[in-house]
């Protein structure tokens, strides 16, 4: 089974500070991907990253910044909170870009 | 991506199949089905995908029509943890393609 584990299920942070997203992958997939879920706005996508140290913007990657150091870890960096970054955070993994997608449970993120 | 439509709630009782329809009738021929479901504050869990043919797994079947317009997903002895926001989505698995965009999907009730 694909294991998608992500840091904490739940987080609170005070505007203007950093915080760190982390999720691990115990598959070898070479893609990892960052997704925001917001009510009435659905799945968007951050940022993925289809090999180590390779990074490409999705569709809303202003506030954010991404690190893959490592296959397995894909970090997701909000450099300074702000309240319109409240949301679920979603990692997923796959085996390429094209592949089926699987989900780490999600991180609540409010930011007061 | 094509649209697709989905009834927004369901219900079913606890031990018989529950049969969720979904609707794609601007289906491109490379476009896969795909389907995730998503129990409240989780993640979205992969269940199945299928391109023409038939496809069961260990969670489900999916039913696709011969005009491949529509299709459903089958889950034969529904239990009250199958109760879950059920999303259908229509893929084509190429390159540019990368993120997943989820509807409103159908909310499953299973019903003791």
């Known amino acids: 089974d694909v294991k998608v584990t992500q840091s904490s299920r739940y987080l609170v942070k005070r505007t203007g500070e950093k915080v760190f997203l982390e999720c691990v992958q115990d598959m070898d997939h070479e893609n990892m991907f960052w997704y925001r879920q917001d009510p009435g706005l659905g799945l968007r996508l951050i940022y993925f990253s289809y090999d180590v140290k390779m990074k490409e913007k999705g569709d809303i990657p202003e506030g954010y910044s991404v690190s893959r150091e490592k296959k397995e870890r894909f970090s997701l960096i909000l450099e300074s909170a702000s309240t319109n970054q409240t949301s679920m955070y979603l990692c997923a993994s796959s085996s390429s870009v094209v592949e089926t997608q699987y989900f780490g449970p999600g991180t609540r993120l409010l930011v007061l | 991506d094509a649209k697709t439509t989905q009834p927004p709630s369901m219900d079913c009782a606890e031990g018989r199949a529950a049969n969720l329809p979904c609707n794609h009738s601007t289906i491109s021929g490379n476009e896969y089905v795909y389907w995730y479901r998503q129990i409240h504050s989780q993640g979205p869990q992969y269940i199945i995908h299928?391109?023409?043919n038939n496809e069961t797994n260990e969670m489900a079947s999916l039913i696709i029509t011969e005009d491949r317009k529509s299709s459903t997903l089958i889950l034969p002895h529904a239990t009250l943890r199958d109760t879950a926001v059920y999303y259908c989505?229509?893929?084509?698995?190429?390159?540019?393609?990368?993120?997943?965009?989820f509807g409103t999907g159908t909310r499953l009730t299973i019903i003791p």
């Open positions: 989505i229509v893929r084509a698995l190429n390159f540019g393609n990368e993120k997943l965009t």
């Open positions: 299928g391109l023409k």
